[in-house]
Each structure stands twice: as C-alpha cells, then as structure tokens.
C-alpha cells in the first residue's frame, strides 16, 4: 500500500526565469537548473524512494534522473504526468495567459486556449494519473512533473475547490508530500517546501 506519495516540480528553465509558458515545449535545463536538480537530489538521497514516475519532458525527466542516482529503484515515463499543452500560448509571456483568464466573462475552467488542451481533458488526465498512484504496488513514489499539472492534482487529493488549488504558488524543485496511515488516511505533510531550492 501506497505510504508516502512525494511531488517534486521539474528545476529551472531559461523559459522559468523569462516567465514564459512553456507547456508541453521540450525546453532542457538552465545553468541554475542543473545545479538545483542535483541539490534537490542530495536532499532526497535519504529517503526511502522506491519508484519513480516522470514527465516524458526533458526538463523533468533530467531532474528525475539526477534523484535516481542516489536510489535503487526504476524510471518509468509517465504520460500523464506531462504539463498541460497551452496551444497558442506556449512560448509566450506568462502574463499573456493571466490576461486571456481576466479577460475571461465565465469561469475560468471553460476558458478556450485555441490548439491546447482543455480544462476538462487536463482534470480527467489528472484523475487518470491519481488513480494509478492509488494502486501503485510502491511504498513510496515519488512524482516528477509541473506546476500546471501538479495544481489540478493537489486540488483532486486534497478535494479542493478550483479557486483554492488554481494559482497554488509551486517553486522549481519544490516538494509537496503526503503520507498514508494504515487506514489509508492522508496527511498533507508538506506543500512548496522549498528551503533548498536556489
């Protein structure tokens, strides 16, 4: 039975410190992001990890490679951990998203991004994805993934509503744990814990 389920974020991108929304683009690493894959890999290198699942995104999967040297355990690709696709937005500046939401007349969740993917498809992704953690045969799993996919997920384990898991603030390699009791209770250990990031 799953015991602890660990959500790391993917470490920095050129396109993180340009504030430019990336989406399902396949961006690798800055200088800063290499060094903090690696400083949030020594955090981690005693933990009892016993699989790990990543993004099929480079940015990702690097920083879940540099986790995996310090553990004996496998790297599988997981599809639906990937970062939601922003259509025309990809490659633009983060605000350009945060003005098409004001600019918005209904509820945020029907907002069309042309060529990307919806609300609805990205929600039924995510309860694909916590499902398959729910019956994973590990102990303790650990997740590799993104902000725009790591929000919708915290919101669906926490049962939170939209407004309260939307703009969840998610640093490059911060971690968000929960453990399970016997009983298969959850406790939110830790959300954004991101004292070792630089």
Do not use: Y
């Amino acid at each position: 039975m799953l015991q602890q389920l660990l959500l790391v974020r993917h470490a920095q991108t050129e396109e993180n410190l340009k504030r430019r929304i990336q989406g399902q683009r396949d961006t690798p690493l800055s200088d800063t992001g290499v060094q903090q894959a690696r400083r949030v890999a020594e955090v981690l290198r005693g933990e009892p990890i016993n699989a790990l699942w990543t993004s099929p995104l480079q940015r990702a999967r690097h920083t879940a490679e540099q986790i995996q040297r310090f553990h004996n355990c496998d790297l599988t690709e997981q599809p639906d951990l990937i970062e939601r696709h922003f259509g025309k937005f990809e490659g633009r500046p983060v605000q350009t998203l945060f003005d098409a939401e004001a600019a918005h007349s209904g509820d945020p969740q029907t907002l069309t991004i042309p060529g990307g993917e919806s609300m609805t498809d990205l929600l039924q992704r995510v309860d694909r994805l916590w499902q398959a953690c729910q019956h994973a045969s590990h102990h303790h799993l650990v997740l590799v993934g993104h902000a725009g996919l790591f929000r919708p997920l915290i919101g669906r384990i926490l049962n939170l509503s939209f407004s309260e898991w939307f703009h969840l603030p998610q640093a490059n390699t911060c971690l968000h744990r929960f453990r399970f009791n016997e009983d298969g209770e959850l406790t939110a250990w830790q959300l954004n814990d991101h004292e070792h990031c630089l």
